[in-house]
């Protein structure tokens, strides 16, 4: 039986990215406030002077969540010392995402190399990147919430592009590192129901993003819609996030260079809270 979004208002949470351009913490904050939001995913550029020590204890006042920090991964390497400089700032996240109390990290594979079209090089670059982070990570007491992205990006920005590869590579690498579902990069996978419930049956479902895709998409990273405006079936991707036991937080998180971020972030909030209960 799926949630009733409309009658849970306190399951919302608000991706920082959503307001990214108009809108530092402590405004993102008091806007939460005001509509009873109670959780948000933060960014590492998005902390503010304070960092992490001030993010957390402004979140901790106003009783915010932090559904998960963003983020961490990327890596593609061209050699060990930029192997070694990429997990040392893999280190500084985890750190991060622990001081924040957040859900989890989210981390998302990282591309090609430059120069690369060794694909299958960077596939074991990320297994063994991920493994290198979850020894610090369990230690933190943080999950890895690993992010499959669509396969557009897969030369420059992840090249793990479907939850059966997340499901994989969380198979092969153990406790701590589960997967985040966004219905933007995996709502084209004609194998999603059986991947969903893979994850959901071993509880590595850390986090449901949402957002919409447009048609046409004129930018393929930043011309992401609201949810209702695209061609993704949102409540039919809940559902069975829900019934494989997901229980969390419907996250939205929307990157709309050209149309949202110009927006005054009230109205958007107050759009993302109409559309999650109408639309998700
Ligand atoms: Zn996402």
Redesign the pocket.
């Known amino acids: 039986m799926m949630r009733d979004l409309s009658r849970h208002p306190e399951l919302l949470a608000i ?1 920082h990215a959503t307001v990214r351009r108009r809108c530092d913490l402590p405004t993102l904050v008091g806007l939460c406030q005001r509509r009873g939001i109670r959780a948000i995913a933060t960014w590492r550029d998005l902390l503010g002077e304070g960092g992490a020590p001030a993010a957390a204890r402004l979140l901790r006042q106003a009783g915010l969540q932090v559904t998960g920090h ?1 983020r961490a991964g990327l890596f593609a390497a061209s050699g060990p010392a930029e192997r070694a400089a990429i997990l040392a700032e893999n280190r500084r996240a985890i750190d991060e995402a622990a001081e924040l109390g957040a859900q989890s990290l ?1 981390v998302i594979a990282g591309g090609l190399p430059g120069g690369s079209r060794d694909l299958a090089a960077a596939h074991a670059e990320v297994h063994d990147g991920l493994g290198a982070m979850l020894e610090h990570a369990r230690k933190a007491g943080v999950r890895l919430g690993l ?1 499959p992205l669509h396969p557009m990006y897969a030369a420059d920005r992840a090249c793990v592009n479907t939850m059966r590869h997340a499901n994989d590579l969380c198979d092969a690498l153990g406790d701590g590192i589960g997967i ?1 579902v ?1 219905v ?2 995996v709502w084209w996978d004609p194998h999603l129901a059986p991947e969903i419930a893979r994850a959901g049956a071993v509880g590595r479902i850390l ?1 449901f ?1 949402v ?1 919409d895709w447009l048609v046409p998409t004129r930018d393929f990273l930043t011309d992401r819609g609201m949810m209702g405006d695209g061609v993704i079936d949102i409540p039919r991707i809940r559902g069975m996030v829900e019934a494989a036991g997901y229980g969390g937080f419907v ?1 939205v ?1 929307i990157f709309s260079a050209e149309d949202w971020w110009k927006r005054d972030p009230a109205e958007v909030l107050d759009t993302c809270m109409r559309r999650y209960a109408s639309a998700c």
């Open positions: 991706n963003c989210c992010e985040l966004d933007y990069h986090g993003h957002c996250e998180e």
